[in-house]
Structures are given as structure tokens and as C-alpha cells.
T-cell receptor, first 111, second 114 residues
């Protein structure tokens, strides 16, 4: 199973873009990259996922490098409510779609 | 729309007492269901998953068990709780079986075993 590496913590000023990196150098060709976040004392929230093309939705953008060995989650205009732990996850092969959560990146958005 | 319910939100139980946490999903049929546990300050650990009624797979050996008596109901149980069973328990379900298979999580149950 591909593993991911993320910085332990990051800071971002409110209103600025937050760029959260993730390394997944052992990712397989048919494995997707998922991003979830967990606000304190809540269940994880799905943000976005992608295979090889860049993706954008109402929450964020996902930029995946051409070799797929790394990706960046972009929150274009961070707010205080975006303060959370962000998890980059590579989907394990298998019919039951197990997600393996690492330690994630603790993003602190400050005024 | 689909929703997932977990209860109770918080629970304080003495060591050696039984446990039953319930999770139900509405608005979908035949979902894959999951139980995760999160120890304080740690990441999520998958405990059990189920692809159908009566079908349970365990990821780690432990003091807990799971059951799926109905299509959209997933129950986490223990006969005798240990101190190490304390944690944040999360139920999740898979929205679809197409591309992506996004997992959606409930609000969680915070269990304290004293």
C-alpha cells in the first residue's frame, strides 16, 4: 500500500491561500489520492480526490504532479473555520475501499 | 439525501461493563460500512468493515466486535470494556461503488472507560 508523507503542521493567514503538500512516491497507477480534514472533535470530512488530473470543487483544488509522486491541496481563501488536521490518503486496492489515515497536517489559520 | 447517525455522542463507562454503539445510514442501500477508532492525538485506525448484512471483517485483534443486523445498521460491541478501549469511535459509509468511493463519516462517539 502506498504511504504518504505530510508536514506535521502549517500556518496560514486568513484570506490567503493555504497550500498543503503531500508526498506519495510509491503510489500505484490505479490508486487515487484523497484529502480529508478533521476539525477538532468532529468526524473527518471529505474534501476532494483525484487520480492524475488536477481537480477543483467548491472547497479546494488538488494539484497532482505528472509523475503522481506528490500532490498539493489548495484552499484558495483560508478562513478561521479551515483550521483542522488535513489528511492525505492513498486509496488501498480492494473492494472495501479501506482508507489508511496517517498523522496528517495540522493547519492553523490565524487572523 | 444520505445521512449517517451515530449515538450516543459521549459515553462514560466503567471497566468491565458492556458496550453497544449504533450507527445507521439513511438514503442509500447496500452501503459498505466501517468502524474506526481514534485515540487521543492520533490518527484513525480501521477496526471493522462490512460489505453486507451479516458480513463483518476485522482489521485488528481486539476486545471489540461488530455486527450488521440490517442493511443500514452497524453496531460496535464489547462484553467487557478495558481502559484501552477509550477513544473516539467513528462510523463511516461508502457513497457509491464507482470512481472514487468516497467515505462519509458520522459525528462520532467519544468513549471514556474509567
Amino acid at each position: 500500500d502506498a504511504k504518504t508523507t505530510q508536514p506535521t503542521s502549517m500556518d496560514c493567514a486568513e484570506g490567503r491561500a493555504a497550500n498543503l503538500p503531500c508526498n506519495h512516491s510509491t503510489i500505484s497507477g490505479n490508486e487515487y489520492v484523497y484529502w480529508y480534514r478533521q476539525i477538532h472533535s468532529q468526524g473527518p470530512q471529505y474534501i476532494i480526490h483525484g487520480l492524475k488530473n488536477n481537480e477543483t470543487n467548491e472547497m479546494a483544488s488538488l494539484i497532482i504532479t505528472e509523475d503522481r509522486k506528490s500532490s498539493t491541496l489548495i484552499l484558495p481563501h483560508a478562513t478561521l473555520r479551515d483550521t483542522a488536521v488535513y489528511y492525505c490518503i492513498v486509496r488501498v486496492k480492494g473492494g472495501y475501499n479501506k482508507l489508511i489515515f496517517g498523522a496528517g497536517t495540522r493547519l492553523a489559520v490565524h487572523p | 439525501s444520505q445521512t449517517i447517525h451515530q449515538w450516543p455522542a459521549t459515553l462514560v463507562q466503567p471497566v468491565g461493563s458492556p458496550l453497544s454503539l449504533e450507527c445507521t445510514v439513511e438514503g442509500t442501500s447496500n452501503p459498505n460500512l466501517y468502524w474506526y477508532r481514534q485515540a487521543a492525538g492520533r490518527g484513525l485506525q480501521l477496526l471493522f468493515y462490512s460489505v453486507g448484512i451479516g458480513q463483518i471483517s476485522s482489521e485488528v485483534p481486539q476486545n471489540l466486535s461488530a455486527s450488521r443486523p440490517q442493511d443500514r445498521q452497524f453496531i460496535l460491541s464489547s462484553k467487557k470494556l478495558l481502559l484501552s478501549d477509550s477513544g473516539f469511535y467513528l462510523c463511516a459509509w461508502t457513497a457509491d461503488r464507482g470512481r472514487g468511493n468516497i467515505q462519509y463519516f458520522g459525528a462520532g462517539t467519544r468513549l471514556s472507560v474509567l
